[in-house]
């Protein structure tokens, strides 16, 4: 997708209060917090299609954070 690392890694889940926390952990567990601090903007860095593109870990950031 085309948008934030932030809005790709809640994707789904947009019509349910954000969970700070749940997201902080999906950030940490899946290792994404030395790339963000590199990214511009951090996590509102946009990614996809026409923007950045990052590893797998995002994938699994989206997971994470729709399981857990």
Not at 18 to 30: H, M, N, Q, W
Not at 49 to 57: D, F, N
């Amino acid at each position: 997708m085309n948008e934030t690392v932030k809005e790709n890694i809640i994707f789904g889940h947009r019509n349910q209060p954000f969970d700070a926390a749940k997201y902080e952990r999906a950030i940490e567990t899946c290792a994404l917090t030395h790339d963000l601090h590199m990214l511009p903007g951090g996590d509102m860095c946009e990614i996809g299609e026409k923007g950045i593109t990052l590893s797998v870990r995002i994938n699994l950031a989206r997971w994470y954070y729709a399981i857990v």
